[in-house]
Protein backbone atom coordinates (compact mmCIF):
# COMPACT_ATOMS: atom_id res chain seq x y z
CA UNK A 1 0.00 0.00 0.00
CA UNK A 2 0.94 3.48 -0.57
CA UNK A 3 -0.54 6.61 0.34
CA UNK A 4 0.16 9.28 -1.99
CA UNK A 5 0.11 13.41 -1.13
CA UNK A 6 -2.77 15.66 -2.80
CA UNK A 7 -1.60 16.98 -5.98
CA UNK A 8 -1.57 20.68 -6.40
CA UNK A 9 -4.65 21.88 -8.41
CA UNK A 10 -4.07 23.73 -11.91
CA UNK A 11 -6.20 25.88 -14.08
CA UNK A 12 -6.88 23.97 -17.06
CA UNK A 13 -5.60 26.10 -20.28
CA UNK A 14 -7.83 28.07 -22.19
CA UNK A 15 -7.06 26.36 -25.45
CA UNK A 16 -9.11 23.07 -23.85
CA UNK A 17 -11.89 24.73 -22.45
CA UNK A 18 -14.21 27.63 -21.95
CA UNK A 19 -14.49 29.46 -18.90
CA UNK A 20 -12.69 28.46 -15.45
CA UNK A 21 -11.82 25.06 -14.75
CA UNK A 22 -9.63 23.77 -12.34
CA UNK A 23 -7.95 20.11 -12.10
CA UNK A 24 -6.42 18.03 -9.58
CA UNK A 25 -4.45 14.95 -10.36
CA UNK A 26 -5.55 11.77 -8.50
CA UNK A 27 -3.66 9.25 -10.09
CA UNK A 28 -1.58 8.56 -13.11
CA UNK A 29 -0.76 4.64 -13.50
CA UNK A 30 2.87 3.17 -13.76
CA UNK A 31 2.95 0.17 -16.26
CA UNK A 32 1.06 -2.30 -16.39
CA UNK A 33 -1.47 -0.16 -15.10
CA UNK A 34 -2.54 3.53 -17.61
CA UNK A 35 -5.29 4.04 -16.12
CA UNK A 36 -5.56 8.53 -15.61
CA UNK A 37 -7.62 9.70 -12.36
CA UNK A 38 -8.53 13.63 -12.24
CA UNK A 39 -10.70 15.94 -10.34
CA UNK A 40 -12.41 18.51 -12.76
CA UNK A 41 -14.38 21.24 -11.26
CA UNK A 42 -16.17 23.59 -13.53
CA UNK A 43 -17.43 26.82 -12.51
CA UNK A 44 -20.94 27.96 -14.06
CA UNK A 45 -21.04 28.12 -17.34
CA UNK A 46 -17.32 26.53 -18.01
CA UNK A 47 -17.37 23.22 -20.06
CA UNK A 48 -14.68 21.49 -22.47
CA UNK A 49 -14.18 21.60 -26.12
CA UNK A 50 -15.14 19.34 -28.35
CA UNK A 51 -12.59 16.00 -27.94
CA UNK A 52 -12.58 12.49 -28.11
CA UNK A 53 -10.64 9.46 -26.10
CA UNK A 54 -8.93 6.90 -27.94
CA UNK A 55 -9.85 4.16 -25.29
CA UNK A 56 -13.24 5.72 -23.69
CA UNK A 57 -13.71 7.91 -20.85
CA UNK A 58 -15.20 7.45 -17.46
CA UNK A 59 -17.28 10.75 -15.56
CA UNK A 60 -18.32 10.15 -12.06
CA UNK A 61 -19.74 13.57 -11.06
CA UNK A 62 -19.37 14.19 -7.55
CA UNK A 63 -21.02 17.43 -7.01
CA UNK A 64 -23.39 20.03 -8.50
CA UNK A 65 -25.00 19.63 -11.71
CA UNK A 66 -23.78 19.37 -15.77
CA UNK A 67 -24.21 18.59 -19.16
CA UNK A 68 -22.59 16.18 -21.13
CA UNK A 69 -23.06 16.39 -25.17
CA UNK A 70 -21.95 13.93 -28.38
CA UNK A 71 -21.83 15.35 -32.04
CA UNK A 72 -25.69 13.59 -32.64
CA UNK A 73 -27.10 16.51 -30.49
CA UNK A 74 -27.61 13.96 -27.62
CA UNK A 75 -27.58 15.83 -24.26
CA UNK A 76 -27.62 14.57 -20.75
CA UNK A 77 -27.96 16.34 -17.76
CA UNK A 78 -25.93 14.68 -14.75
CA UNK A 79 -25.87 14.86 -11.08
CA UNK A 80 -23.34 14.25 -8.18
CA UNK A 81 -23.59 10.16 -8.28
CA UNK A 82 -24.09 9.74 -11.73
CA UNK A 83 -21.98 8.16 -13.79
CA UNK A 84 -21.15 8.30 -17.83
CA UNK A 85 -19.61 6.21 -20.10
CA UNK A 86 -17.83 7.74 -23.27
CA UNK A 87 -17.26 5.12 -25.71
CA UNK A 88 -13.38 5.59 -27.85
CA UNK A 89 -13.10 8.01 -30.45
CA UNK A 90 -16.90 9.56 -29.48
CA UNK A 91 -16.52 13.41 -30.03
CA UNK A 92 -18.42 14.72 -26.91
CA UNK A 93 -17.93 17.99 -24.36
CA UNK A 94 -18.84 18.38 -20.42
CA UNK A 95 -19.40 20.85 -18.17
CA UNK A 96 -21.42 22.26 -15.55
CA UNK A 97 -24.70 24.13 -15.90
CA UNK A 98 -25.20 28.16 -16.92
CA UNK A 99 -26.15 28.58 -13.33
CA UNK A 100 -24.72 25.66 -11.35
CA UNK A 101 -21.04 24.33 -10.45
CA UNK A 102 -20.27 21.20 -11.57
CA UNK A 103 -17.15 18.63 -10.46
CA UNK A 104 -16.21 15.06 -11.54
CA UNK A 105 -13.68 12.30 -11.26
CA UNK A 106 -12.38 11.88 -15.15
CA UNK A 107 -11.08 8.39 -15.43
CA UNK A 108 -9.40 7.14 -18.55
CA UNK A 109 -6.31 5.22 -20.12
CA UNK A 110 -2.97 6.75 -21.28
CA UNK A 111 -1.76 5.35 -24.48
CA UNK A 112 1.51 2.72 -24.34
CA UNK A 113 4.90 5.09 -24.83
CA UNK A 114 3.11 8.32 -23.59
CA UNK A 115 1.23 9.14 -26.23
CA UNK A 116 -1.63 11.31 -25.55
CA UNK A 117 -4.96 9.39 -25.34
CA UNK A 118 -7.03 12.87 -26.00
CA UNK A 119 -7.75 14.52 -29.09
CA UNK A 120 -8.41 17.91 -28.51
CA UNK A 121 -11.24 19.62 -31.05
CA UNK A 122 -12.75 23.20 -31.74
CA UNK A 123 -14.61 25.16 -28.86
CA UNK A 124 -18.58 24.21 -28.64
CA UNK A 125 -20.04 27.61 -29.34
CA UNK A 126 -21.98 29.30 -27.02
CA UNK A 127 -25.39 28.53 -29.00
CA UNK A 128 -25.02 25.55 -28.87
CA UNK A 129 -24.33 25.72 -25.35
CA UNK A 130 -27.15 27.73 -24.10
CA UNK A 131 -29.34 25.43 -26.40
CA UNK A 132 -28.02 22.19 -24.82
CA UNK A 133 -30.12 23.09 -21.82
CA UNK A 134 -32.73 22.74 -23.33
CA UNK A 135 -32.26 19.36 -24.86
CA UNK A 136 -30.86 17.53 -22.02
CA UNK A 137 -33.17 14.06 -21.09
Do not use: I
Not at 76 to 83: E, I, L, N
Amino acid sequence: MELRPVNPTVKTPARNFTGDVYLTPVYNGVEPSRMTVALVRFTPGARTHWHSHAVGQTLHVTEGVGLVGTRDGTVVRVRAGDTVVCPPGEEHWHGATENTFMSHLAMLEALPGGQDPTTWLEPLPDEQYRAAHQRDT
